[in-house]
């Protein structure tokens, strides 16, 4: 008999889960521009930056070298607190002029994701200020592909061809960064966070570590071609949840129970093994644009679909459960609708 489901607030159950274990993962922050003047959907203001900055001090939480976290964090077996990463796509001149003095003064280290056609162009740093910055200790450039072009397999696009188009993009992209700064980073940023199975095995291929935009923490069973990011915009940065997502933890299932996310049913459904520390009773799922969600637990699976179908062609589903000492594990799967026109 399935049990149905909808998800309870989650300060109910912060006092019942401290019991689970505290692993140290990593939780990744994203960010495209800090300023005042830019675009609202991708800008973080200086003010929000300097009270993520404060708080992430206030915290104690240890900024750390995003390669080296990601790689200890898969390796596992680090019972400590969380650490953070610091992360910015698309090479903004605001991250040169506003975000970088801020950063220096904090002695944080960052890296910085180029799509290398852009640079130089309006709005974005010069390859002298990205060098400049490249110079300095903890900062580390890395790969957002060419041309910010959508990679995953176009619909009626042959294999070859979107095999040479995206090999053109991700290995030139290197290629100019080795050019022009002398730098090789295993690490890649799926322009708009959007990926699919045959993408990731190209990214796999090359031996690199692949980060999206689908929100929580990076552990131990996270896949290494489709790392998350919490996006900290103005809409997703705000004070008053980010000390959730700053200690949040990765949820315990492994990424090979969970799917590439491009979508053949609109809506989708996200099913994955009911394993412990997780009860169905403290678990809580959301739905981009439609709020809570309920879901069905049938024969030890979480069963997780939106009421209607998503008009959208990049939608996630959230899910959360306690994690002790008032944390949470974390849970987006995103979600692809390749039918969708590209942005």
């Not at 495209?32 to 992430?56: C, K, N, R, Y």
């Not at 799926?190 to 935009?213: M, N, S, V």
């Not at 809506?267 to 439609?290: E, M, V």
Request: aromatic fraction near 10%; include cysteine; hydrophobic fraction near 35%.
């Amino acid at each position: 008999m399935p049990i149905k489901a909808l998800a309870k607030p989650l300060a109910v159950f912060s006092l019942l889960a401290t019991a689970f274990p505290a692993w140290a993962d990593l939780v990744v922050l994203q960010y495209h521009h800090v300023s005042d003047a830019t675009p609202p959907a991708t800008s973080t203001s200086v003010s929000l930056f300097e009270g993520q900055l404060e708080m992430i001090s206030d915290l104690d939480i240890e900024v750390v070298n995003l390669l080296d976290g990601t790689r200890k964090t898969l390796a596992g077996g680090d019972e400590s607190d969380n650490r953070i990463a610091i992360t910015f796509d698309d090479a903004y001149e605001s991250v040169y002029s506003e975000a970088a003095p801020l950063l220096a003064s904090k002695g944080y280290p960052y890296t910085i994701f180029v799509n290398t056609q852009a640079v130089g162009r309006n709005g974005y740093m010069t390859w002298d200020q990205i060098q400049e910055l490249a110079g300095r200790e903890g900062i580390t450039i890395a790969n957002h592909s060419a041309d910010h072009g959508h990679l995953a397999k176009k619909p009626g696009e042959t294999d070859s061809k979107w095999q040479t188009r995206v090999s053109n993009s991700l290995d030139s992209a290197q290629e100019t960064l080795a050019d022009e700064l002398g730098t090789n980073a295993p690490l890649f940023a799926y322009p708009y966070g959007e990926f699919d199975e045959a993408l990731e095995k190209e990214i796999a291929a090359r031996g690199w570590y692949g980060f999206g935009q689908q929100s929580g923490a990076i552990g131990s069973k996270s896949a290494p071609t489709r790392l998350p990011r919490f996006p900290m915009a103005n809409a997703y940065g705000q004070l008053g949840s980010l000390d959730d997502k700053l200690r949040s933890k990765a949820f315990p299932v492994s990424a090979g129970d969970l799917p590439d996310g491009v979508i053949s049913d609109n809506p989708p459904t996200l099913t994955f093994p009911l394993i412990s520390p997780i009860d169905a009773n403290q678990l809580t799922c959301f739905a981009s644009g439609k709020g809570r969600i309920g879901f069905e637990v049938i024969d030890g699976n979480v069963r997780v679909q939106a009421p209607d179908s998503f008009n959208s062609r990049r939608f996630r589903y959230n899910c959360t459960h306690p994690a002790g000492d008032g944390s949470y594990y974390w849970l987006s799967q995103q979600w692809l609708d390749l039918s969708k026109p590209e942005d």
